[in-house]
């Protein structure tokens, strides 16, 4: 029941904080009030069930603790303006809670999926909302409200996409039909907020679903269901290609491909060379974290993680934010390579790794580490994982697989 609770207010939560308050009105102090209510049920439950909390906080978790502790110690020392130092690290740290949250939940449940189901219900709820309520930000773009930025609500999309495939299953036509069908509403809408790097990110993950996962997926079904499977692909070409074709052509996106492709992107090539500039001056510990806006003629962040990172936080914060990247590429690698693993795992363990390509494409253009939906992304991956690896040691399998063996 504590749990239930728990995630009550963490879906209160991030509706609030990436829907409500963007398409309505702030309620103040309401996200305070959603984390601590999410945070004390998860704390009352380790009393009562004598769980220790220490084993929800992983090694991604302690280095990025780290991450937050030098920053700050190196950033006082350092920064020109320490209200921009102070108030990110604290908005970073919310994150952390957050991806805590997903991972203490996740181990309750011994599964990610409440986190999947709700991070599809909340993207689905900010399509409909851009579709029929929707507003122009700027050179034909739309997006949600006037203060949701176009490429966050495209990531949005993106992660909503990553997180359907990892539910979908050729198994049952009806299904099958429905999922697609909710993917090319996401993609409609990332053609509306003119996202390039949001639609580029759909383009690779597709590539990648299509490359690694589709083929060994239809071909562990019985016959009847290889049939479903690929009358399903086709059918969603068809209507996919049938509705996009002619609004592609003429969306400010194909638009704004087209100028990045042909002579790139000026503002955000200075962006990163001043950032380069910052970390040549200091490179051990940069300039202090989200100090880049005081500094840069843009007054604004650098839109890269890794030049960010660099410029803001030096080599010292560089090795402790990355490093948690390494640990997940190599766990999520060897999780794939186990040979102790069941069709159903294997498959969602490579949509996940997916999912965490299109997280280091998408750092290009956006910072995790000042943004919620990246530090979910990251709660599920870092889930998923600690999750998967003990059934698999344990050698012990969920209900849910074994009925998938029965059947295959």
């Given at each position: 029941?504590?749990?239930?609770?728990?995630?009550?207010?963490?879906a209160?939560?991030?509706?609030y904080f990436?829907?409500f308050?963007?398409?309505?009105?702030?309620?103040?102090?309401?996200l305070?009030?959603?984390?601590?209510?999410?945070?004390?049920?998860i704390?009352?439950?380790?009393i009562?069930?004598?769980?220790?909390i220490?084993?929800?906080?992983?090694t991604?978790?302690?280095?990025?603790?780290?991450?937050?502790?030098?920053?700050f110690?190196?950033g006082?020392?350092v920064?020109?303006?320490?209200?921009?130092?102070?108030?990110?690290?604290?908005?970073?740290?919310e994150?952390?809670v957050?991806?805590f949250?997903?991972?203490?939940?996740?181990?309750?449940?011994r599964k990610?999926d409440?986190f999947?189901?709700?991070?599809?219900?909340?993207?689905?709820?900010?399509?409909f909302?851009t579709?029929?309520w929707?507003?122009?930000?700027?050179?034909?773009?739309?997006?949600?409200?006037?203060?949701?930025?176009?490429?966050?609500?495209?990531?949005?999309?993106v992660?909503?996409?990553c997180?359907?495939?990892y539910?979908h299953?050729?198994k049952?036509?009806?299904?099958?039909?429905?999922?697609f069908?909710l993917?090319?509403?996401?993609v409609?809408v990332?053609?509306?907020?003119?996202s390039r790097?949001?639609f580029?990110?759909i383009?690779a993950?597709?590539?990648y679903?299509f490359?690694?996962?589709?083929?060994?997926?239809i071909?562990?079904?019985?016959?009847?269901?290889?049939?479903?499977?690929?009358?399903?692909?086709?059918?969603v070409?068809?209507?996919?290609y049938?509705?996009?074709?002619?609004?592609?052509?003429?969306?400010?996106?194909?638009?704004?491909?087209?100028l990045?492709f042909?002579?790139?992107s000026?503002?955000?090539?200075s962006?990163?060379?001043?950032?380069?500039?910052?970390?040549?001056?200091?490179?051990?510990?940069?300039i202090?974290f989200?100090?880049?806006?005081?500094?840069?003629?843009?007054?604004?962040?650098?839109?890269?993680?890794?030049?960010e990172?660099?410029?803001c936080?030096?080599?010292?914060?560089?090795?402790?934010?990355?490093?948690?990247?390494?640990?997940?590429?190599?766990n999520?690698?060897?999780?794939?390579?186990?040979?102790?693993?069941?069709?159903l795992?294997l498959?969602?363990?490579k949509?996940?790794l997916?999912?965490?390509?299109v997280?280091?494409?998408?750092g290009?253009g956006?910072?995790?580490?000042?943004?919620?939906?990246?530090?979910?992304?990251f709660?599920?991956?870092i889930a998923f994982?600690?999750?998967?690896?003990?059934?698999v040691?344990?050698g012990t399998?969920?209900?849910?697989?074994?009925?998938l063996?029965?059947?295959i």
């Amino acid at each position: 029941m504590l749990i239930k609770l728990s995630k009550i207010f963490y879906a209160l939560l991030i509706l609030y904080f990436g829907w409500f308050q963007i398409t309505f009105f702030q309620i103040p102090n309401m996200l305070l009030i959603l984390g601590a209510g999410m945070m004390g049920f998860i704390i009352l439950h380790a009393i009562l069930t004598k769980t220790k909390i220490t084993n929800s906080v992983t090694t991604e978790l302690m280095l990025w603790i780290l991450f937050v502790f030098t920053s700050f110690i190196f950033g006082m020392l350092v920064a020109v303006n320490f209200g921009y130092l102070l108030s990110s690290l604290m908005i970073f740290c919310e994150f952390l809670v957050l991806m805590f949250g997903i991972i203490y939940i996740s181990n309750h449940d011994r599964k990610i999926d409440f986190f999947i189901n709700l991070f599809i219900g909340y993207s689905i709820i900010c399509a409909f909302t851009t579709v029929f309520w929707g507003v122009e930000y700027g050179q034909g773009r739309i997006t949600m409200g006037l203060s949701n930025n176009p490429n966050s609500l495209g990531i949005t999309m993106v992660l909503g996409v990553c997180c359907i495939l990892y539910k979908h299953s050729f198994k049952k036509l009806f299904f099958s039909i429905i999922t697609f069908s909710l993917i090319l509403l996401l993609v409609y809408v990332c053609l509306l907020t003119g996202s390039r790097k949001a639609f580029l990110s759909i383009v690779a993950i597709f590539i990648y679903w299509f490359a690694f996962i589709v083929f060994g997926d239809i071909k562990s079904l019985r016959f009847i269901e290889k049939l479903k499977g690929i009358f399903s692909i086709l059918l969603v070409i068809f209507f996919g290609y049938q509705l996009f074709n002619q609004f592609f052509a003429d969306s400010i996106l194909l638009e704004r491909l087209t100028l990045l492709f042909e002579n790139g992107s000026e503002t955000r090539e200075s962006m990163y060379s001043i950032a380069f500039d910052f970390f040549k001056q200091s490179p051990l510990v940069g300039i202090g974290f989200n100090n880049y806006r005081a500094l840069s003629i843009f007054g604004t962040y650098s839109h890269s993680t890794y030049s960010e990172a660099l410029a803001c936080t030096g080599i010292i914060g560089s090795i402790f934010y990355f490093s948690p990247y390494i640990k997940l590429l190599i766990n999520y690698v060897r999780l794939i390579m186990s040979k102790k693993l069941d069709a159903l795992l294997l498959k969602q363990a490579k949509v996940m790794l997916g999912f965490f390509g299109v997280l280091l494409f998408l750092g290009v253009g956006v910072i995790h580490f000042y943004e919620m939906t990246s530090s979910i992304a990251f709660g599920m991956l870092i889930a998923f994982y600690n999750t998967n690896i003990k059934l698999v040691k344990n050698g012990t399998m969920r209900p849910s697989y074994q009925s998938l063996e029965k059947n295959i």
